[in-house]
């Protein structure tokens, strides 16, 4: 009965270096979102995925950020050449369907650390 | 632009009593509102949940209330009990938008034994 799996919880890189945040949806969901919780702040929506699509990145920096959702495997959040900006939690989420008043399951975050 | 806004980043209650969360928003189309409770080192967990076309919604203890001419919706919690200690978050969509919700920026609620 695993819920959404997110790894690592902690991660540190230094100015420059590559984040790549992972994300096991939920059995049997094929939906999945990123959020961004920043210090004092609530969660901001970065990305929805489907398998091999990315649906909405409306929330996604446009520059150093990606997300992917491959046909086998997790989700993947990289973050290249991160900055000391990027660091905050990355929450991601799951959905059985794309209803209107769907429920989002959510992991329990990975903590970004910019040294 | 901070469309969803919850005012109060703290509360503490005592327990038995009733505890009550409030949230309020700008825009209009949001017709879809949601609870989240956070304990510490984990993710949001889904509360309860009320659509524009409702202005109440109850589960167990807890109960949302939606004022869509106030733009305002509130979380009561009675009775509350220590577990219920936990940071808040008031959320909103537009249908079709799924999964793209729009978070406040939570209260931390304490209830005290």
């Known amino acids: 009965n695993a819920g959404v799996m997110q790894n690592p919880r902690h991660l540190v890189r230094r100015r420059g270096q590559e984040a790549r945040l992972r994300c096991s949806p939920m059995k049997g969901h094929s939906h999945v979102y990123w959020y961004r919780q920043l210090p004092e702040e609530g969660l901001k929506f970065m990305v929805y995925?489907?398998?091999?699509?990315?649906?909405?990145e409306s929330g996604m920096p446009k520059e150093r950020f990606s997300a992917e959702f491959p046909k086998e495997g997790p989700s993947i959040l990289r973050i290249q050449q991160v900055v000391r900006g990027d660091s905050a939690a990355y929450f991601c989420?799951?959905?059985?369907?794309?209803?209107?008043?769907?429920?989002?399951?959510f992991g329990s975050g990975t903590q970004l650390s910019v040294l | 632009d901070q469309q969803v806004k919850q005012n109060s980043p703290s509360l503490s209650v005592q327990e038995g009593r009733i505890s009550i969360l409030n949230c309020d928003y700008t825009n209009s189309m949001f017709d879809y509102f949601l609870w989240y409770k956070k304990y510490p080192a984990e993710g949001p967990t889904f509360l309860i949940s009320i659509s524009s076309i409702k202005d109440k919604n109850e589960d167990g203890r807890f109960t949302v209330f939606l004022n869509k001419s106030a733009k305002h919706l509130s979380l009561h919690i009675v009775p509350s009990q220590p577990g219920d200690s936990a940071v808040y978050f008031c959320?909103?969509?537009?249908?079709?938008?799924?999964?793209?919700?729009?978070f406040g920026q939570g209260t931390t609620l304490q209830v005290k034994p």
């Open positions: 995925l489907q398998k091999e699509n990315i649906i909405d």
């Open positions: 989420a799951s959905s059985l369907t794309t209803g209107p008043n769907e429920k989002l399951f």
């Open positions: 959320a909103a969509s537009v249908s079709g938008n799924t999964g793209k919700l729009i």
